[in-house]
């Protein structure tokens, strides 16, 4: 596996080879065959680790960002980092076939959704828009990592936050906003 990740590191999976790991690993070709039948099982279990490292690096951002909202915005970013410092292993983590009702899975399919689940309902006005933020929330990051990956964009190394920082801005003004609303009704009624 460890070995599969670096090689992942420096070329594409299309480039990934059961010999070539069997060759860094400086084993035979056919003892790659007892721990993976071929090389989707492989890429599967490298996507499962990958996954994992996301979530584990969004975790790692959202604490040092003191959670909350700051830390939700710091997930996003740390998404997108993440990304543009694993680009083959980010593309294999999302290639690979994923349940397709992932947000609105009761119970998270991964820690990496349960954690994105839990940020949104932390910001959610009520539980009916806990997967509405989650879908907005992961659309903007991996939309944006996407962008970046294939140099659709260019953009500064703070901008990246910047965008998240917009996002949660917005997001508030629109939970405030029609508060803001029915009073400004009610005061142009009473007066």
Do not use: C
């Not at 294939?150 to 901008?159: C, G, I, K, L, S």
Request: aromatic share 6%; net charge positive.
């Amino acid at each position: 596996m460890r070995a599969g990740m670096e090689l992942l590191a420096t070329r594409t999976v299309d480039d990934l080879s059961l010999r070539e790991i069997a060759r860094t690993v400086g084993v035979s070709a056919n003892a790659v065959y007892r721990h993976f039948a071929d090389k989707e099982s492989l890429m599967q279990a490298l996507s499962a680790e990958g996954l994992q490292m996301l979530y584990v690096a969004q975790r790692a951002a959202s604490d040092a960002a003191g959670g909350g909202v700051a830390g939700f915005t710091a997930t996003g970013a740390a998404y997108v980092r993440f990304a543009l410092e694993n680009p083959a292993l980010f593309r294999q983590v999302f290639s690979n076939p994923q349940p397709r009702d992932a947000v609105a899975a009761p119970d998270g399919v991964t820690a990496a959704m349960a954690f994105l689940r839990a940020n949104a309902a932390g910001v959610a006005g009520s539980d009916s828009e806990v997967e509405i933020i989650a879908l907005e929330a992961w659309s903007l990051a991996h939309g944006l990592a996407m962008l970046l990956l294939d140099a659709r964009v260019a953009v500064p190394e703070t901008m990246i936050s910047d965008v998240f920082t917009h996002w949660a801005e917005r997001l508030r003004v629109r939970r405030v906003s029609p508060v803001k609303k029915a009073v400004g009704k009610r005061s142009r009624a009473s007066a």
